[in-house]
């Protein structure tokens, strides 16, 4: 299904080349990020792909040419605290401490300390929405992509899952979803997103 391209940029996913690309529009209201798309190896690495997902775009932006840039999931995971990196026995073996996106990703973004970097969010109950909508807005414009923690996507349901928002128009989300390429660059109703979100929380810019 084709839908209306936007005047700053339309992202075409393609999930067979794993890259996100932007081309001209005419939709005033819609914003997306160029980023590098990557399916998760396993059952528990979404928080790491999702996380890479976003730091792609502002190490794309910084140098396009330099994809080795863009660190290896395991890379990521080992940051945050991933299986088997938290240690033998554990029965748990997805994220476990949601603030640590953000500690990565302004980690290797050099971000620390910055007045503008990335933040764990929870939003207020009722408000989820409208927060998130405005969160997604500064950060895309700013060039980062929002990681979100999810509880479905689609008929899919998850105990806890990590998705990229990579873009956004008057009415929808733009994702990556890594642990499905068919959903990398897929649009998906604002509302969807809010309803399917896991405790009001995400990782935005701002």
């Known amino acids: 299904m084709s839908h209306p ?24 209201s819609a914003a997306g990020v160029t980023y590098r798309y ?7 690495y979404c928080s790491a792909a999702s996380t890479r997902i976003a730091l792609s775009a502002p190490l794309l932006r910084r140098d396009s040419s330099e994809n080795s840039r ?4 395991d890379s990521l995971a080992k940051g945050l ?8 026995g554990t029965s748990n073996m997805g994220l476990k ?4 996106i953000a500690t990565v990703l302004n980690n290797r973004l ?5 007045a503008r970097r990335y933040r764990f969010r929870i939003s207020p109950s009722g408000t989820l929405y409208t927060d ?4 997604v807005r500064a950060s895309i414009d700013a060039g980062y992509p929002v ?8 008929g899919d349901t998850y105990d806890g899952h990590y998705i990229a928002i990579v873009g956004y128009d008057a009415q929808r989300y733009k994702i990556a979803d890594p642990d499905e390429p068919a959903r990398n660059g897929v649009w998906r109703s604002k509302q969807d997103i809010t309803d399917w979100n896991k405790l009001n929380r995400f990782t935005y810019f701002g």
């Open 5 to 28: 391209m936007t005047r700053r940029s339309l992202l075409v996913a393609g999930a067979g080349a794993g890259i996100g690309l932007t081309v001209g529009a005419t939709d005033a």
């Open 38 to 44: 990557q399916k998760q190896p396993n059952g528990y």
């Open 70 to 73: 863009i660190p290896t999931q």
């Open 81 to 88: 605290n991933l299986h088997p990196y938290d240690g033998p």
């Open 97 to 100: 401490v949601p603030t640590l």
């Open 110 to 114: 050099g971000l620390n300390g910055k």
């Open 132 to 135: 998130l909508q405005a969160k």
């Open 147 to 154: 990681v979100i923690n999810m509880s479905r996507v689609n």
